[in-house]
Nanobody, 123 residues
Framework: QVQLVESGGAVVQAGNSLKLSCAATGGTFSNYFMAWFRQAPGKEREFVAT????????HYAESVKGRFAISRDNFDNLLYLEMNSLQPGDTARYYCAASREYASVRESAYDYWGQGTQVTVSS
């Protein structure tokens, strides 16, 4: 079973950048497809980005494409989300998730979830 712990959330001003990390333990990290989701207050959790076993396959939500970059380090069992040009609309709790089967935009595809890290973007 994989345990996921996110970090790096903060309060930042619009236009700034932030890098989130997700540390994985308890499993073979390189065997899992990974993703980031986010949930804003009063809204449903939504897909942000997903990555294949290596760094060759990535897919992004339209709202973050060109601003966010997902990557992974299979040696240190870390998942990253580099966020640039942050906007108030990016304010949310960000979750990392792991799937044994495939990379997907659907929450139901993911077997393990972290507790999340809060990102707040002020205007």
């Amino acid at each position: 079973q994989v345990q996921l712990v996110e970090s790096g959330g903060a309060v930042v001003q619009a236009g700034n950048s932030l890098k989130l990390s997700c540390a994985a333990t308890g499993g073979t990290f390189s065997n899992y497809f990974m993703a980031w989701f986010r949930q804003a207050p009063g809204k449903e959790r939504e897909f942000v980005a997903t990555i294949g076993w290596g760094n060759s396959y990535t897919h992004y939500a339209e709202s973050v494409k060109g601003r966010f970059a997902i990557s992974r380090d299979n040696f240190d069992n870390l998942l990253y989300l580099e966020m640039n040009s942050l906007q108030p609309g990016d304010t949310a709790r960000y979750y990392c998730a792991a799937s044994r089967e495939y990379a997907s935009v659907r929450e139901s595809a993911y077997d393990y979830w972290g507790q999340g890290t809060q990102v707040t973007v002020s205007s």
